[in-house]
C-alpha cells in the first residue's frame, strides 16, 4: 500500500493535578486521560520526492515543521534514513475536526496518527510501545494519543497504565473558536503561584502522594458511573486559567446552570466538558448552552467516551 487514511481522537482529562516541577522544566503530573470520538482525519502518500509535505483544511494550521504531524515524519525520516530513502518522502492531509489549541490534544494525535501510519507505509514493524517511545519525544501527550482508551499518564504525562474503557458516557464539549490558551503560559502561571504546595523528592514519593486523589477517580471509573466520575473531575490548571480567562469560567458556569452531571476545563483549555446522563440529554444541553450563550465564536460539540486511540480506516 502506497497510501493509508487513519482516524486520530481528541482527548479530554478527566483528572489533573500538578505534583510538582522536574529537573527537565517539565512538571510531575498525573492525569486521567480518556479518548472522545470527535476526531480528525489523516491521510498518508508516499511520494517520489524526499520531503514531507502536510497539507490541512484549516487556516490556523500551519503546514511547516511547527506542525506537530510534520516533526513526526521527520523523526521517522531521521530515525529510519534507509527506509526513507527506499520509500521516498510522504504527504500527510489532515482534515481537522478537533477545534486548534483547544487541550484537546489535537497537535498530538495528529503526529501520534502519522508515527502509526508510517510505521505501515514503511513497513517497519514498530510495537505500540516502541511507537508510544517515539512519541514521547514530540510532546508529553502523544504516546496517549497512541494507544487512547482510559489511561492513567504519570511522569510528564507520557507513562501511561491503562483503565478499563468507559461505556456510555457522553459529553458536551465547547471552546470559543477565537480563544486560544497557551499551555507554557499556564503551567508556568501554576508554578509561580503554587510552587510552595510541590511536593519534591528523588524517589517518586510524589507519584505514591498523588494516588491518593486520583484513586478515587480510578474507583469511579472502575464502577462505570457517570455520576460519581462526574463528581471527581479535577484540574489544577483551573485555577490560573480561570480566573485568567472570564470567558472560560462563564462556559463552564453556563455548562452548570444547563443541569450537567459535572464540567471541567480540559488540559490547559481554553475547552471546557461536560458530562452528561445519555446522548439525549447531551443534544438538550448543547442546545441549552447555545440558546444561553448566543454567541456564534462558541464551537459545541456531542461527542462520547472511546476505548480506542489512532484507528486505521484504509
Ligand atoms: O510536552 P508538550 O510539548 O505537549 O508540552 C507543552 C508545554 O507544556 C511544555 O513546554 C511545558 O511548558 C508544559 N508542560 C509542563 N509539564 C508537563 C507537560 C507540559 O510543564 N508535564
Redesign the pocket.
Known sequence: MHSYTLIAPAKINLYLEIIGDRSD???E?AMILQSIDLADEIELHSISTDTIRVHCNHPLVPTDRSNLAYRAAELMATEFPNTFAKYGGVEITITKRIPVAAGLAGG?TNAAAVLVGINLLWKLGLTQSELEELGATL???VPFCVAGGTAIATG??EQLSPLPSLNNIYIVLGKYKSLEVS??WA??SYRQEYSDSYIRDSDNLAIRASAVHSGEMVKAILHQDAKEIAQKLHNDLEKVVLPAYPQVLQLRETFANAGVLGTMMSGSGPSVFALCESQEHAEEVKLQVKTATKNEDLELFVTKAIAHGIQIVS
Open positions: 522544566n517539565y512538571h503530573l498530538s510532546g508529553s501527550d510528564r504525562g499551555t507554557p503551567y508556568k
